[in-house]
């Protein structure tokens, strides 16, 4: 009997222990409450981890981190941006699959290499029989690049305009005509126009067919493009042999 009743009260014992051990939690399972925290990541209910995979990548923002062998995110590197943090990889890159740039003297269109850690010259600028131009991103797709003369039009005294034409492929310097025969830049710095622009219909101007569209003179037709100068005729423009 004494051996019995020391069974008993040893698993009473037990049973009383557990009971105890879970008074103070806050979840309810039936009669019985859990803290949820202790099932979060990194909480001393799970060994204080955060339940990763050792050996694992991943990125927050720009911060690239690494499961360490007790689950734990460590920082492992801050790559210059974001989109540089490659967790596919476990590493910060260069630059990304088929990812173009303009070289750093804009002498060349480059593309991100097979190792993502730096570039390749594609396209040089300038080509063969063309000394002027330069790499820029193309004016419908800022992803893409081309060779070009020249970005935008430019004024290059108070009343002469460097006028960036054909597709940015030419650049053609004159003397500015029509309003105030004075060159102006506008605002943003990225572009210029001749005089005071409230012409309705086409006219000439620089040996060009241009047009005043929303206040500025624009290009109609590039007669110089094409070996010929804008002339009018019955008070018609148009691109005539010199």
Not at 220 to 236: H, K, L, P, S, Y
């Amino acid at each position: 009997m004494l051996k019995l009743d020391s069974v008993t009260s040893r698993a009473s014992a037990a049973a009383i222990l557990v009971v105890a051990s879970l008074v103070g939690c806050q979840v309810v399972f039936g009669n019985l409450e859990v803290d949820p925290k202790l099932d979060a990541p990194g909480a001393a209910g799970n060994g204080g981890n955060d339940g990763c995979k050792p050996r694992d990548w991943n990125c927050v923002a720009s911060a690239l981190r690494q499961c360490s062998d007790s689950q734990k995110w460590e920082d492992r590197a801050t790559c210059p941006e974001e989109r540089l943090c490659r967790q596919d990889l476990g590493k910060c890159v260069t630059c990304n699959e088929d990812e173009y740039h303009c070289s750093g003297d804009l002498s060349a269109i480059e593309k991100c290499n097979g190792t993502l850690n730096g570039w390749t010259p594609v396209t040089s600028c300038p080509t063969p029989g063309s000394e002027n131009l330069f790499c820029a991103k193309k004016t419908d797709d800022d992803t893409q690049y081309e060779c070009v003369a020249c970005e935008y039009s430019t004024c290059t005294g108070d009343t002469t305009i460097n006028e960036c034409l054909s597709n940015r492929q030419k650049a053609n310097e004159h003397q500015c005509t029509g309003g105030d025969g004075k060159c102006h830049q506008v605002s943003n710095g990225k572009g210029a126009y001749c005089g005071t622009c409230t012409s309705s219909g086409n006219f000439c101007s620089g040996d060009n067919i241009r047009a005043c569209i929303d206040g500025m003179i624009t290009t109609i037709t590039d007669c110089v493009a094409i070996g010929e100068v804008c002339r009018v005729t019955n008070n018609v423009p148009s691109c005539q042999a010199q």
